[in-house]
């Protein structure tokens, strides 16, 4: 019997700073394909010529990863335009043929509705639709018409929750394209788990007991009910320490992050809400595991990477109400409001409360069977798209 060659998926590059949540969510598909599924799948990714080098070599040492910078890739508002007049993105096109690629993964990128591949469109949340006033008209018109171009061409649709399904069937009502509903899973490798937290902690001067909020700083994050949260236990006496990492940069609103610093200053709680920037992925890892407790209070979530990653060490959660969350932690966290900051504050003085001891969590033994059907769900996806595939 011959041997199955790999099928070979074209995936664009997400930047870490632009969104950390798709950066590490590709970088934990490769790395779990790999380790649970080797040579069934070789992906292929396509970054700017201009992409951090640093990031793409991390990627390109994942096994069977292939990484390709192109000038195709470079993020102009050309790429749209090709696609929409001429139905493919002739550049990008160019490039995959070169490289032999079987199926194009689609994320925050249209490449024409005569693409020559077959061809997933993952839709990560409905944000645009959900939060439409944190969008100028412009940028809600942008993401909505890549959205309804996909839905036209005929893209097979991934989605990373049931959440996000409900919100599909109803923004998008009587699409006949077949959808799948993916859920992932995280299991970070050993390499980025070997940074004492000991180190990290008194490297950012932090105390034995403090919570993590690793959301990058845009509006829906919603950064501000957390902040709110600390000036109730504040005027308590409780004394409590949020540790916020994460990319400042928000084209949507450049000062946000500054103005939003400036109010935790005037309300005198820079010791309480310390934000750490943009820190290494292991850095990222050793806080989760030593932290009391994982605080992801966004207004609006597809599948979220920061839970999930939380999920796979125990770490205990305090999650914004929303649907999502619920379907992604089966009740297993505490919850609030996302205009609730004295719920938050109640959840978090409880936390205190608690005499546990500080340690480092492990990963828990679950998580290599979560991650397992993760695999499976994704790799089945790809073969339903290729029609031949099970011939490769």
């Known amino acids: 019997m011959a041997e199955r060659v790999p099928l070979r998926i074209a995936f664009t590059n997400v930047p870490r700073r632009l969104w950390a949540g798709g950066y590490n969510y590709q970088r934990n598909l490769f790395e779990v394909l790999d380790r649970y599924c080797p040579g069934a799948i070789a992906p292929v990714l396509f970054a700017g010529t201009a992409d951090d080098s640093e990031e793409l070599a991390a990627l390109g040492s994942i096994p069977a990863v292939e990484v390709v910078q ?38 925050a990128r249209f490449f024409g509705w005569r693409l020559p591949f077959p061809a997933i469109a993952w839709f990560p949340d409905f944000q645009h639709r959900l939060l439409p006033h944190l969008f100028s008209k412009r940028a809600y018109w942008r993401r909505e018409l890549g959205f309804r171009v996909q839905i036209a061409s005929g893209r097979h649709i991934m989605l990373s929750s049931a959440s996000a399904l409900g919100d599909l069937n109803r923004y998008y009502p009587g699409l006949s394209n077949r959808v799948s509903v993916v859920r992932f899973a995280s299991e970070p490798p050993s390499r ?21 909020l690793p959301n990058q700083f845009w509006r829906h994050k919603n950064h501000q009910v957390v902040i709110d949260a600390l000036d109730l236990l504040k005027r308590r006496g409780v004394d409590a320490v949020v540790a916020a990492s994460g990319s400042t940069r928000d084209s949507r609103e450049p000062a946000f992050f500054e103005s939003t610093m400036a109010q935790v200053k005037a309300r005198g709680l820079e010791a309480n809400f310390q934000h750490l920037g943009m820190i290494p992925l292991d850095q990222v890892f050793a806080l989760l595991r030593a932290s009391v407790a994982l605080i992801n209070p966004s207004e609006c979530e597809g599948w979220s990477t920061t839970v999930e990653e939380a999920k796979s060490f125990g770490v205990p959660m305090i999650l914004s109400d929303l649907d999502v969350h619920r379907e992604q932690t089966a009740g297993g966290a505490r919850y609030f409001g996302v205009r609730d900051p004295e719920a938050l504050a109640d959840h978090m003085a409880s936390v205190l409360q608690a005499p546990e001891p500080v340690v480092a969590r492990d990963l828990l033994p679950n998580v290599e069977e979560r991650v397992k059907a993760f695999v499976v769900d994704f790799v089945q996806l790809i073969r339903e798209v290729i029609p031949d595939s099970a011939d490769r």
């Open 70 to 107: 192109s000038e195709a890739f470079n993020r102009t508002a050309r790429e749209l335009f090709r696609a929409l007049a001429w139905g493919r993105d002739g550049p990008a096109v160019a490039e995959f043929r070169a490289h032999h690629v079987d199926v194009v993964f689609e994320s």
């Open 192 to 212: 980025l788990l070997s940074t004492n937290p000991l180190d990290v902690i008194a490297q950012y001067r932090l105390p034995m007991r403090f919570f993590y």
